[in-house]
């Protein structure tokens, strides 16, 4: 998963926030995947982090994607979108199954590998629990929905107007909410197969959260309320700060505290609390530091490289706490600069120059 689109004749000051805006987010995901491999904690982030370095993606990414689905034709938009995210997911994958050893035993699991290659593992219980071996791939197959959302929704509103984002915030929104609250109560367990195979049925709570309540109808508001910034930006612009400071602070502090007094998980209060930490970044008002901006450039493989890294330190080197936790990020950063440099770039520039861009 990456929040990305075309750099081209964007603003550089705006291509800054936004590298800022994914390393924070990816700092949040690698601080809550520590916890949970390495038994490293830091405070509220270890608990929280994960959630909302998510939606600050999700955000970027319906900031950035709804841009490029109403400049490009759909032709082009595809072809940026696949240059985009599978080279590097790709090569990850392969990389992480074969060192491994986790090819498809039989010829039945080929079909839920090729699931977890197309990045659609989250629609089955088996071929996530089976074949990813990223720990992150569920996020893909939410972030490919929005990918096919979006220019759906420029197509219906005529690619001369800019699509209402705002006003479609509401309808997403309750399809959100009414999915997870649906979800949580098992009226929606017949979504994703694959539990009977894995031994799995009745359900408990926290595997309905994971395969049923997660999925990417829960997220989708998130785009859109980032597609939303985008076309209001002039106007959110005026906004004070001292209220979207309080926005960060009151919205996104302590979701899972949040959530539990609304009796819906995960709810789009904390997306909103990242929405207001999003307007912050773009207004100039969050540091755009040179590291900051050179973590942002790697976030995405980071992201898919970070997990398998984490477990390799705990497992064969038997390092946990903190030690563990520095172990991994200084792991983690040559192969993900690699990645970077010599799978992603040029992969993106392959699917700018057959799409003619």
Known sequence: MRAVADASGAEPGRLASIDTLRALAIAGVVIFHAAAHLDARVPILHASGG???????????????????????????????????????WTALLAVTALRHHWPATADDWPWFGMTYLGLSHLNA??????????????????????????????????????????????????????VWSAERGWLDWWVSGFARLGLLPLHANVRYVFVTN?????????????????????????????LVAGVILLAGAPH??????????????GFGMAALML????????????????????????????PVMQWVHGPLGVDGAAGFLASLALVLPPAWALHRLVEQPGIRLGRRLAGS
């Open 51 to 89: 959630l909302l370095g998510v939606q600050l993606f999700f955000l970027v990414s319906g900031y950035l994607i709804s841009a490029s689905a109403r400049e490009h034709r759909l032709g082009a938009y595809v072809l940026h979108r696949l240059f985009r995210i599978y080279p590097a997911y």
């Open 126 to 179: 088996y071929a996530l629990l089976r074949y990813d071996v990223l720990g992150i791939s569920w996020t893909l197959t939410v972030e490919l929905a929005w990918y096919v959302l979006a220019p759906l929704i420029v197509w219906a509103a005529g690619r001369s107007h800019e699509p209402p984002w705002g006003a479609l915030l509401v309808p997403f929104a309750a399809l959100s909410c009414l999915w």
């Open 215 to 243: 999925q990417f109808p829960a997220h989708l508001a998130l785009f859109v309320l980032g597609a939303a910034i985008r076309t209001h930006e002039a106007r959110l612009a005026r906004w004070p700060t001292a209220p």
């Open 257 to 270: 505290v949040v959530d539990r007094w609304l009796g819906i998980r995960p709810s789009l209060v904390s």
């Open 280 to 307: 912050l970044a773009l207004r100039g008002a969050v540091p755009s530091l040179t590291a900051a901006g050179w973590v942002g450039r790697l976030s995405y493989p980071i992201f898919l490289l970070h997990v």
